[in-house]
């Protein structure tokens, strides 16, 4: 286990002194990401009065980092032994970011968690910072997509599928709304209940969920209030995407007849409950076609269809390309512009 300045010392604590932080944003992180783990910082400063966290954003090279919306984030250089020693540095990744392994950046990660009183990863930063060694004998999260390979890439790594995770002086994120709920609770922690407050409310945000609180595959919002049947449906679907269910299975599991069922879907989604499945199915397929180098056959595996070509056929029929098709032009799309070689190859950890 890599050691950091101390293995005591918390950033979660009641302070006024100013916590600088370093966000290292990787090329493929999402926007919402970004936003999320910066623009709750800047309205806790506003709302106390004083500069109560200080960041700064780089990049690996020190050119802007492009996002998954083609949004560039402006850096202010790139990560620097001597610049950023002694903050917090936090990698927000993305698109890619599992497959990211420039030997001089990992390198640098390391020197700095030494001298770092915290390090932090947000979504797939996550496999940034386990690459790197900081995450060993650690609990930690990724985002829920990619929660199994992550796992399985790195078994010294407690992974488990929460929001957000604080293991000692690291910490990790699920996603942009995890990483808003960790922020709020930064900033709850070393501010107050009352600045926190006041900062969910700039942003008219219901922190309704806690750390622990599992990703869910769908997030339902309100849904949760609006029949408990559809929720429970829905949850059980996720649970058995590679072996679905009958819909006969998912109706007597909410305690319904399967006509009573297809009403409720019906009335609150406008499908039926096959048909939602199989697009739940086939969402989460895609997810692994885009994000991942797994072999077509596998992914077919775990999204419960019996042969690649069975898949292959249902996926085209709803995205209108087969899915190596649909992988050859995303990967040619986001490597054309800046970021990752032109080729992003599964590698071991």
Known sequence: ??????????????????????????????????????DPLRAANRIAG?????????SCDGRPAETTAA??????????????????????????TRDFVEAAT???????????????????GAWLLARAGLLAGRAATTHWEELEDFAAAFPDVDVRPDRYVIDGPVFTTGGASPTFDL????????????????????FIYDQARTAADAQPLVSLGRLDGHDPRLAQTIRAMESHVDRPLTVAALAKRAGVT???????????I????????????????????LDT???????????????????????????GKEPSELRRGEYNRFNNRQGFPARLERRSP
Not at 50 to 58: L, P, Q
Not at 106 to 124: D, F, K, Y
Not at 258 to 268: G, M, Y
Not at 295 to 308: E, L, N, Y
Request: charged share 20%; with cysteine; proline share 4%.
């Open 183 to 202: 922020m709020l609770h930064l900033v709850r922690a070393r501010l107050g209940m009352a600045v926190a407050l006041d900062v969910a409310s700039v």
């Open 71 to 96: 949004v560039p984030v402006a850096v202010a250089g790139r990560l620097d032994d001597r610049i950023d020693a002694g903050r917090v540095p936090i990698v927000i990744g993305g698109f890619g």
């Open 270 to 289: 406008g499908e039926t409950p096959g048909a939602y499945y199989l697009r739940l199915r086939l969402n989460a397929a895609r997810r692994l076609v």
């Open 258 to 268: 399967a006509r009573t069922l297809e009403a409720v879907f019906s009335a609150a």
């Open 1 to 38: 286990m890599l050691l950091m300045k101390s293995e005591n010392p918390s950033i979660f604590v009641a302070s006024r002194e100013a916590l600088a932080i370093t966000f290292l944003v990787l090329p493929g992180a999402s926007l919402m990401c970004v936003a999320s783990a910066i």
């Open 106 to 124: 990992l390198a640098r990660l390391r020197r700095l968690a030494r001298r770092a009183p915290a390090i932090g990863g947000v979504e797939a």
């Open 293 to 319: 180098r797994e072999p077509m056959a596998d992914i077919a595996a775990r999204t419960g269809f019996s042969s690649a070509s069975a898949f292959s056929r249902a996926f085209a029929r709803i995205f």
């Open 50 to 58: 004083a500069e109560a966290f200080d960041w700064r954003i780089v």
